[in-house]
């Protein structure tokens, strides 16, 4: 008994791990290295706070399926049913959609540009010129492309997706090896634990991308809508140990990338941050079959990103436009109407007096459900892979587009947050258990801090030549921050809801 409770906890594990194998993928192993070799280990708190949003967010889009019976995108489609709508989808589902598949699409490129970027690791691959590097890094591109579209056109993801997750662990390995052979200073990785900003250099990114890049390539916002998918029949508990455990070990994956990357910081490097001068810096302590290894394990890595981000904005645009189907739905429905009725009861001598009865049968027809055509969800999937083989294709500068996918992604997810927290509260999809006051107040913590840090992002790049002084754009994003959840409360329910979450927790 107690052996196949181990075997039911153990497979539970394994299963959310699919959560931690939709994080770790090239954008991650990009991110991480280049904040580590940009700022060494300066930004790991930035790390750890992405991992606490990202159980939390998960944790929170888990608790909603489970007592509701319905995903996000469901909810989402519910509570704005009688709100302005296009093609019988309230404007929201539009805007939520628009943003998953935007967002997504961009982290399609990133994959694709991770994709070369682990061919172009294998030794020798690097050295290539002109029409070879032309025709290795396109042909790359179209052979990514076809696995692709093949594997999600008939359904084959599944088994290819345990092999690539095996193939992922030999690299996660390998980066514990290159991190005990480089050795490693304790009280700087303590110290690092410590939010800071530091200062930015000739050659590295502004710091605050790196930050918004490092919470985006954490908590991906489409995994609120995939983690609500997976948690359909399952029980709250033990898929709060499940997302617990997919989140720790993809914080230990993402800083073991960091402190490699730190490492090649402290060589004193002065040229710009590439995958390819971090897999030279590895060879010195694994050799060339442990280069070989990190290229294949990164190789993997970018295959199953592949495959989960166009099939997340797919299933989360299906969620959104498609009309939940109910039990009663599919049978004719028969009442009995009549003044020698009025209480529709169907009793057996009403039945044997036809000459009496002034009864009327309506049959009330059922009607399909909406549902989003397979055409169009086959076409998100194939406007996404063309977009992305098109642009590395075209030899876009692919760590600048890993950025700009992590940082666009990462200002998209307070909006998915704050429609997470507004579904948690409302009482007509949380009645049998509403969210707790604790609960709330680690949600709203989180996603004030996500505003916060997207607020930076935003204000850095439009203002940055006039708010020259951090200090002030730091001020001017807690204010957006504060004031944007302000605004929130005030004009739906939330104020209220939170309000009464935190009065019951009180008391």
Same mark, same amino acid.
């Given at each position: ?5 181990i075997?039911k906890?153990?497979a539970?594990?394994?299963y959310?791990?699919m959560?931690? $194998?939709?994080t770790?993928?090239?954008?991650t ?7 580590g ?5 300066k930004?790991?708190?930035?790390l750890l706070?992405a991992?606490a949003l $990202?159980?939390?967010l998960q944790?929170g ?5 489970i ?8 909810c #989402?489609?519910?509570?704005?049913q009688?709100?302005?709508k ?9 805007v ?17 540009a991770?994709?070369?970027d682990?061919?172009m ?11 070879? $590097?032309?025709?290795l890094?396109?042909?790359c591109?179209?052979a990514?492309a076809v696995?692709v579209l ?12 345990v092999f ?5 662990m030999a ?11 480089m050795?490693?200073d ?14 930015k250099?000739d050659?590295?990114?502004e710091?605050a ?16 809508f995939?983690?609500?998918?997976m948690?359909k ?9 499940g997302?617990?455990?997919s ?5 230990m ?15 004193g ?14 060879e010195q302590?694994v ?13 993997a ?6 495959l ?29 109407i009549?003044?020698d ?5 169907d ?7 036809p ?6 049968d309506?049959e009330i ?15 998100i999937?194939f406007?996404?892979?063309l ?9 876009a500068?692919r ?8 940082v ?15 579904c948690?509260?409302d009482l007509q999809?949380?009645?049998?258990s509403?969210?707790p006051?604790?609960a709330?107040?680690f ?7 996500t505003?916060?840090l ?7 790049k439009?203002?940055?030549?006039v708010?020259?002084?951090v200090s002030?754009?730091?001020? #001017?994003a807690?204010?957006?921050a $504060? ?8 004009v ?5 809801? #939170? #309000? ?7 008391a």
């Open positions: 008994m107690m052996q196949s409770g075997v906890e153990l539970s594990m394994l959310w791990t959560l931690a $194998a939709c770790v993928g090239p954008g192993v990009v991110t991480c290295a280049r904040a070799a940009e700022f060494d280990l930004l790991t708190w930035a706070f991992s $990202a159980y939390t944790e889009t888990a608790r909603l399926t007592v509701s019976g319905k995903s996000l995108g469901q #989402l489609r519910i509570k704005y009688h709100t302005t296009v093609y019988n989808t309230a404007i929201l589902c539009w939520v959609a628009g943003s998953v598949i935007l967002g997504n699409t961009l982290y399609e490129c990133n994959n694709w991770g994709g070369i682990a061919v690791s294998i030794p020798g691959a690097s050295n290539l010129t002109g029409s070879a $590097a032309v025709g890094r396109v042909g591109c179209i990514y696995v093949a594997l999600l056109y008939w359904d084959k993801t599944d088994t290819l997706g690539l997750g095996f193939v992922m690299m996660v390995i390998l980066f514990l090896i290159v991190v005990a052979l050795g490693m304790w009280e700087k990785f303590g110290w690092s634990l410590l939010p800071n900003l530091p200062e250099t050659k590295s990114a710091p991308d790196i930050i918004i890049s490092l919470v985006g390539t954490t908590s991906i916002g489409f995994n609120l995939l983690g609500g998918a948690a029949g399952k029980e709250l508990v033990s898929a709060q140990r997302i617990a455990f989140t720790v070990s993809a914080l994956v993402s800083v073991l990338i960091m402190i490699v990357g730190s490492g090649y910081h402290q060589e490097s002065s040229a710009k941050f590439t995958i390819t001068q971090l897999a030279v810096f590895i302590f050799g060339q079959s442990g280069v070989v290894v990190f290229a294949i394990g990164f190789i890595a970018a295959l199953s990103s592949m989960t981000v166009p099939l997340g904005a797919a299933l989360t645009a299906d969620s959104v436009f498609s009309e939940e189907r109910e039990e009663e739905e599919g049978k004719a429905k028969v009442e009995k009549g003044t009725n009025p209480n529709f009861e009793d057996d001598m009403n039945q044997k007096k000459e009496k009865s002034t009864k009327v309506l027809e059922s009607t399909e459900p909406q549902k989003l055509p397979r055409f169009a969800y086959l076409g999937i406007i996404m892979v977009i992305s083989t098109i642009v590395i294709s075209a030899n500068d760590t600048l587009v890993i950025l700009i996918a992590q666009f992604n990462g200002c998209l997810l307070p909006f998915f947050s704050i429609c997470l927290l507004l948690l509260n999809f949380m009645s049998s509403p969210q006051g604790w709330n107040l949600l709203l913590a989180s996603v004030t801090i505003l916060f997207a607020s930076n992002v935003i204000i850095q439009v203002l940055g030549s708010l020259t002084g002030v754009r730091l001020g #001017l807690v204010g957006c $504060a004031g944007g959840m302000a605004v929130i409360c005030f739906t329910s939330l104020g209220r809801d #939170l #309000l009464r979450s935190f009065k019951r927790f009180c």
